[in-house]
């Protein structure tokens, strides 16, 4: 007799329940991240296509003749690799870190990608304790800043190859020595990681950690995070690269949108920095102010004019010698423009004081709204410092105006206009201001005060931001 089938019987106790999982995976923008973390080779492929362009924009225009009377864009390398950088590629880097993160760090910066490839070969260094030093950003800011307008790198190639080139070679040198598979240079020294920082604060795009899924679940992939962040306990944007490499790990991390701004809203007290503070004031909204406009500045002309009789009424000529290395000030006889030591020292006279006066004001204000709603426990500078913060999108936006002049300038020179450019202009600042307004209220509105006393701090942050606008308008509709 033919035995039947024994069915086997399984106890409920031993079946595992599926496994929670974020609904954030399935989403748009979680699905984004899974693919860019799938598909990590298309982006080192990316990588690679602006290493070669930007290496070639960088370095061949260097070594070519100055452009001739009537050359154009399309007509001149030189002329396209400027446009290149300084027209396209650092307006929209800036526009687009501020409404996206720092996307272009993760994904397209030629920089950093060589920094990371070039530790996998390196020495695996311990990173040393003065290159951790917090305030590295916001000096590195400064001095390519200023070094950039003393030698001219928005006008000349091999001021160009000099700063951006120089940078390069620093990166991959740091890649070298410390960290394997990781950004160092990125995180501690990159000029513009300050900046980028902020502007990640700001944006609307984030990669959320659910610490609960976290514990729950096992490591599904290996994780390596090449800017040296924290996954685990991430609460921002501020160093995240968007790179999507730890997109779905634990099932709890996950690309999603949020409120601009909300992170600075409600920011940590922990994540407070007074390095990031200054960077904001005398930074964004000082040095970059004075970088942009003193070569428009009648000031400008007026004192050096002055300067230039009083010297020469004295017979002292050695500051208006202009027999001076390109590469310490600007010196081009061919294309007509030498600085003259006279010139050097005006140019850091004058940025000096925009980040003087502007910034010291900006700090004033941003004082007393501190002391009119620091908690108990909480001093007014660290009350002030967080303020600061609010002051990140009118920072950006005239960062992103500020360099979009070159644009509009090299596009004049083609031959096009723009009848529509004072208003976009005007738009665009009184977003800024408009922006940083309500984000200064979302954070104010979180503190345990009496209404008027909020509205006495906002009002502060308003008389603040007065002369920054007044600033930028002078250089776009007075000057």
């Known amino acids: 007799m033919a035995r039947s089938a024994t069915i086997p019987i399984v106890p409920v106790a031993s079946v595992a329940p599926p496994s929670p999982r974020s609904p954030l995976a ?25 290493i070669v362009v930007y290496v ?5 225009p260097a070594f070519m003749p100055l452009p001739e009377t009537g050359a154009t864009i399309v007509s001149n390398l030189t002329l396209a690799a400027q446009f290149a950088f300084w027209g396209i590629w650092w307006p929209f880097v800036i526009f687009t870190t501020l409404f996206a993160g720092r996307v272009w760090c993760g994904v397209f910066c030629p920089e950093g990608a060589l920094a990371e490839h070039v530790s996998r070969f390196g020495l695996n260094r311990r990173v040393p304790k003065f290159i951790r030093w917090s305030g590295w950003p916001f000096v590195a800011f400064i001095l390519t800043t200023v070094y950039g307008q003393l030698v001219s790198v928005y006008e000349y190639a091999q001021a160009a190859l000099l700063v951006l080139g120089g940078s390069t070679l620093a990166a991959i040198a740091v890649g070298f020595l410390y960290g394997r598979e990781k950004r160092v240079w990125c995180r501690y020294l990159c000029p513009v990681s300050g900046v980028f920082s902020l502007l990640g604060r700001v944006a609307p795009l984030q990669f959320k950690v659910d610490r609960q899924l976290w514990r729950e679940h096992r490591p599904n992939f290996r994780l390596e ?14 160093d995240c690269h968007l790179c999507g490499q730890c997109s779905g790990f634990r099932e709890a991390v996950h690309l ?8 600075v809203a409600r920011l940590p007290d922990g994540e407070v920095s007074k390095w990031d503070a200054r960077l904001v004031v005398f930074g964004m909204l000082g040095v970059a102010v004075g970088a942009f406009q003193w070569s428009s500045s009648p000031w400008f002309v007026m004192v050096k004019q002055a300067l230039a009789e009083w010297l020469v009424e004295r017979n002292w000529f050695a500051p208006l010698e202009s027999d001076i290395p390109w590469w310490v000030l600007t010196h081009y006889p061919e294309a007509g423009d030498v600085f003259t030591w006279l010139d050097g020292g005006l140019v850091l006279g004058y940025i000096g004081a925009m980040a003087l006066v502007l910034g010291s004001w900006i700090s004033l204000w941003l004082a007393v709204a ?20 609010t002051l990140t999108p009118l920072a950006g936006l005239g960062i992103f105006l500020g360099l979009s002049a070159l644009t509009v300038t090299l596009l004049k020179a083609e031959g ?8 976009a202009r005007g738009a665009v600042l009184a977003i800024g201001v408009l922006w940083s307004l309500g984000l200064a209220w979302r954070q104010l509105h979180h503190r345990k005060a009496p209404l008027p006393r909020l509205a006495a701090a906002l009002a502060c942050v308003a008389v603040a931001l007065a002369p920054v606008a007044a600033s930028w308008m002078l250089l776009f509709y007075v000057w």
């Open 26 to 50: 399935t989403t748009f923008l979680g699905r984004l991240g899974e693919a860019m973390r799938r598909h990590r080779r298309v982006i080192l492929a990316i990588q690679w296509v602006v």
């Open 56 to 60: 070639g924009l960088v370095t061949v």
């Open 225 to 238: 995070c090449a800017p040296l962040v924290d996954v685990k306990g991430m609460t921002g944007s501020s």
């Open 256 to 263: 999603t949108a949020r409120l601009p701004g909300s992170e």
């Open 370 to 389: 501190g002391r009119i709603t620091a908690t108990a426990g909480e001093s007014w500078r660290h009350a002030a410092r967080r303020l600061a913060y």
């Open 416 to 423: 096009l206009r723009f009848p529509w450019l004072g208003s």
